[in-house]
T-cell receptor
């Protein structure tokens, strides 16, 4: 099992550019979560999906952020346009069912917006 | 609103010292409780979890946690820390009624060799 796979590992982009982060959950996991981690705000839940359907996106900071899960094996988090305050580590996590038995996190994408 | 509070933001210990990290939560319903560890530069990994039954839960690497329902607490303990335990530790609470997991702010542990 390769675990939760995120790409890219690092992304440096200029303010105003579009950024797309990618996540492949563990096969068979029904739930997928996007988190953002910063020194100031800690770990924040942005959005989560259950069976490819967005359940709660109340954590998405602004309309500049959007997330999709077109199938059970792939999700994207897009920021358009990006701003320096979006700089953070973005983690994707998956779990086997809606009931939380513990998440498996990906290695994260470190985003720097200059 | 549901919240998770970790009492210490930073803890510094010498090797072989005992560790206890505090965690309190505010939700009064049925919860699942977790501790995650994040080693420097790495992602979060599940350390241990509690769903029901024996309130004393044993996890990996010699860690354990005790659920005290009356105190809404789930403190993490280890009798003797090692330098390799240097990491950030996150308490997390899953509200079975709301289907959301809330993470605490984390506690950074530094173990001096």
């Amino acid at each position: 099992d390769a675990g939760v796979i995120q790409s890219p590992r690092h992304e440096v982009t200029e303010m105003g550019q579009e950024v797309t982060l990618r996540c492949k959950p563990i096969s068979g996991h029904n739930s997928l979560f996007w988190y953002r981690q910063t020194m100031m705000r800690g770990l924040e839940l942005l959005i989560y999906f259950n069976n490819n359907v967005p359940i709660d996106d109340s954590g998405m900071p602004e309309d500049r952020f959007s997330a999709k899960m077109p199938n059970a094996s792939f999700s994207t988090l897009k920021i358009q346009p990006s701003e320096p305050r979006d700089s953070a580590v973005y983690f994707c996590a998956s779990s086997p069912a809606r009931t939380n038995y513990g998440y498996t996190f990906g290695s994260g994408t470190r985003l720097t917006v200059v | 609103a549901q919240s998770v509070s970790q009492h210490n933001h930073h803890v510094i210990l010498s090797e072989a010292a005992s560790l206890e990290l505090g965690c309190n939560y505010s939700y009064g319903g049925t919860v699942n409780l977790f501790w995650y560890v994040q080693y420097p530069g790495q992602h979060l990994q599940l350390l241990l979890k509690y769903f029901s039954g024996d309130p004393l839960v044993k996890g990996i690497k010699g860690f354990e946690a005790e659920f005290i329902k009356s105190k809404f607490s789930f403190n993490l303990r280890k009798p003797s820390v090692q330098w390799s335990d240097t990491a950030e530790y996150f308490c997390a609470v899953y509200n079975t009624g709301g289907f959301k997991t809330i993470f605490g702010a984390g506690t950074r542990l530094f173990v001096k060799a």
